[in-house]
């Protein structure tokens, strides 16, 4: 039987990891001139955590969660309960009231695998505890708008609000009055969710239930006035920053703990997986997980997988490097090679990056690895070379060879000539090679 990774789990190979570190690279840039910290978390969690933060009730927890049934513990399939179950654990409040963190990692939704839908995903998980300032909202969006922008990838940004405890009863009223004169025409899951969470009908993908709820009402119209303040300053502070946003009042989100603003981030190049990045405010759930009453929260989080999937098909100028050895020895004969080796690891302990086999193969075979490798130089070392001390050193691009000494230092300073500092007509310093 041949072996292989399991359906919706998927290698990264060299080549399109680069592509990851780029996007992690950029988050992480972003992140920081917005004063966030990182948090690191554990994978497994107690299941009961995400039960009673994502909702008994949603497609996350009913059935898209791998637990491990006999010892009650779970796979992350987010990371904000995780990331509130650490803030409450280590009283993070105690130390800082209003908290700005973010994780990188891998979580686990057993969803039917397709383009830009796995089942081993990874998100890039920004969250604010412990503030309930719109003017966090809107900034939120705006650091989401910015790490996309600073990809060069382009999405739209819908908002909604979903109100809070007082006016979703109302809402959640009328919506019921509303669904059960077309009961017969939704799909047996929305008949179901109508009894158990209503809200859910209106994001359902179903091309006929989407045309029974066309005129559903909508929550934006019955906000208490406290929400709808709240709602009118974010966008307010989005026009403020300038950030493009239209309105999506059919926006639901599949986890239960949003309340107020939500969010996403859409794209059309990613056919039906078509949101980049989601978030939006939770601010009972930090109460409801055992934490600080009316500790307020909101957060986003982007599937890393899909920003790769748009930047592999943007095309035009890369933004990321393939990794390339700067320098590949190629060494002909048991005695240079040993010796080479030494050679290769006082280079890379001065910080140059050394490709080398111990493979014993032809001058010619190592040539064409080292072409391959994309490597700028190769140093060529036989027993002669040994002997005198001297090796011979190719550069790659203009195929110019030149006699070297055999010392770490100097070969050093020719592989990597060091930078030069130019002062600029502006003053600013410039690095040039
Ligand atoms: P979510 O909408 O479930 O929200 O996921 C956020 C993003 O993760 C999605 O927009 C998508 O890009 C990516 N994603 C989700 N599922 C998959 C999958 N199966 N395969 C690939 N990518 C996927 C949350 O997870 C919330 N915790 C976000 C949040 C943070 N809300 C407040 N704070």
Redesign the pocket.
Known sequence: MKLKALN?FKDILPGEVEIWQHVEATARRVFARFDFAEIRLPILEPTELFARSIGETTD?VEKEMYTFVDKQVTMR?????SLIRAFIEHGLYVQKPVQRLFTIGA?F?H?R?QK????Q???L???VLGSQSPLVDAELMAMGSMVLQELGVHVSLEINSLGCPQCRPAFRAELLRFLAERMEHLCDDCKRRSASNPLRVLDCKNSGCRRQVQDAPSILDHLCPDCAEHFSAVQDGLRRLEVPYTLNRFMV???D??CRTTF??ITTNLGA?A????????DGLVAQLGGPKDGP???????????VLLLQQRGGEQAWTLSVPDLYVAALGREATQSCQRLAYLLRAGDLRVAMDFEGKSLKSQMKQADKSGASWVLIVGEEELKTGEGLLRNMQTQEQQRVVLDADSLSRMVRPPVRHLIAADDSVVQQN
């Open positions: 919706g996350i399939p987010e990371a904000t309960a979580m939704r969803e695998p830009g839908r796995l089942r995903f990874h998100q998980d920004v969250e989100r599949g986890l703990y949003y996403e981030f997986q949101a980049v990045g989601a978030g939006g405010r939770y929260g909101i957060g986003f989080a982007m599937g890393i997988e899909r920003l």
